[in-house]
């Protein structure tokens, strides 16, 4: 089963490939995104230093965190690339043996190596964060290695369903289903903000992370329906000055301590909009050429690995020491430990297993349209 559009078929490739690979597509599975990987450096550094850092001091935690907006680009970027790849006539089946050999090995071998090293919370919710339940069970107090899991819960909830949602969804119309998909979350997210607060269950739930994921499912259709592509770049902007404003009322809210459950119920939906302008312009390899620093494009490859295994490294570094030292010890020693396990997961894991892609989906090479957009999409 594929999605067959010879108008979304011969959409030009350049449209999301940059004329600059960042390596030969001898040595690395083929043309990169440069930017994107760049933009994946970012938010998966953000992540790092909201958990190795005591930014909370600076930025009120019940205000944003640095952490989330790293996962909400991540989302909105999946959203994109994920759609994008179905879009291109991949077929769901082969969709799933590629993304499952990306996504799973890596994982499973982090919570088995978390499981055999005793961390309590690897061990006692071993189950739910081997079906990819981890969202499901997020409340149930502090975390020690698997408190980012959740998010990845939610990739993989996605990829469940959505690929089916985009079969059964003629073509034409598949940029309302990503619409809906946008409001639902808005419906939901205001009834959970009116019925319970500020609760968890209103941000760690597939339904509730759909704004961000079906922002980047929009913008890819407005890179393949010939009819949307003459308006991206307006879409593009109105997403970009719409964000601005959500992200300052919400902010004016903060700070006057009013419209509380308004905050909630748009919670991240402005930098997410605002987010969409980023992977647009990145994927066109129009934002600033200073990021494509060939430090930025490595961190951002192994970005799956890095995210995989922060919260690991954190620990062990904490029990290393024997007590908690100060967080500038702390960091550069648990981001050195969490590059090295992420090369590693890498070198080891992660490229082997993706030249075994074409092999195991019967010799069918993915094509030339899709395969940057694998190599964008990593693992979150």
Not at 98 to 106: F, G, K, N, Q, S
Not at 251 to 259: E, K, P
Not at 345 to 360: A, I, R
Request: proline share 5%.
């Amino acid at each position: 089963m594929s999605f067959q559009s010879s108008a979304l078929a011969n959409a030009p490739i350049t449209a999301y490939v940059h004329p600059h690979p960042v390596d030969s597509p001898s040595h690395q599975g083929g043309p990169r995104l440069r930017q994107l990987d760049s933009l994946r450096a970012f938010a998966v550094l953000a992540v790092l230093v909201h958990h190795f850092l005591p930014v909370g001091k600076v930025i009120p935690e019940n205000f944003l965190t640095l952490g989330l907006l790293g996962v909400r680009f991540f989302f909105t970027l999946s959203g994109f690339l994920i759609t994008g790849i179905l879009l291109r006539n991949q077929s769901i089946g082969t969709f799933y043996v590629r993304r499952a050999l990306r996504i799973i090995p890596a994982y499973y071998l982090c919570l088995l190596v978390m499981v055999v090293a005793g961390v309590p919370d690897a061990r006692s919710l071993f189950l739910w964060h081997m079906f990819y339940l981890s969202n499901v069970v997020s409340y149930k107090g502090v975390f020690i290695g698997t408190g980012h899991f959740w998010s990845l819960a939610v990739e993989e909830q996605f990829y469940l369903v959505w690929p089916w949602l985009l079969l059964k969804t003629p073509v034409r119309h598949i940029w309302k289903l990503t619409v809906g998909a946008i409001l639902s979350t808005l419906v939901f997210k205001t009834a959970v903000a009116f019925k319970l607060g500020g609760h968890s269950v209103g941000g760690v739930l597939p339904l509730a992370c759909l704004d961000s994921l079906g922002l980047g499912a929009l913008l890819a259709c407005f890179y393949h329906n010939a009819r949307l592509r003459p308006y991206r770049a307006r879409f593009m902007r109105a997403a970009l000055i719409l964000g601005w404003l959500i992200v300052l009322v919400q902010t004016a809210l903060h700070v006057w301590g009013r419209g509380t459950r308004v905050f909630y119920s748009t919670a991240y939906l402005g930098v997410s909009l605002i987010f969409v302008w980023l992977v647009g312009k990145g994927a066109d390899g129009r934002l600033w050429k200073i990021i494509e620093a060939r430090p930025l494009l490595y961190t951002g490859k192994i970005s799956y690995g890095i995210y995989l295994w922060h919260n690991f490294a954190l620990a062990l570094v904490v029990w290393w020491w024997g007590y908690k030292p100060s967080a500038w010890v702390i960091a550069p020693a648990a981001t050195l430990l969490t590059y090295a396990a992420a090369a590693t997961s890498w070198k080891l894991v992660e490229s082997p297993l993706n030249s075994l892609k074409d092999k195991w989906t019967g010799g069918r090479s993915a094509s030339p349209a899709v395969v940057p957009l694998e190599n964008a999409a990593g693992g979150i």
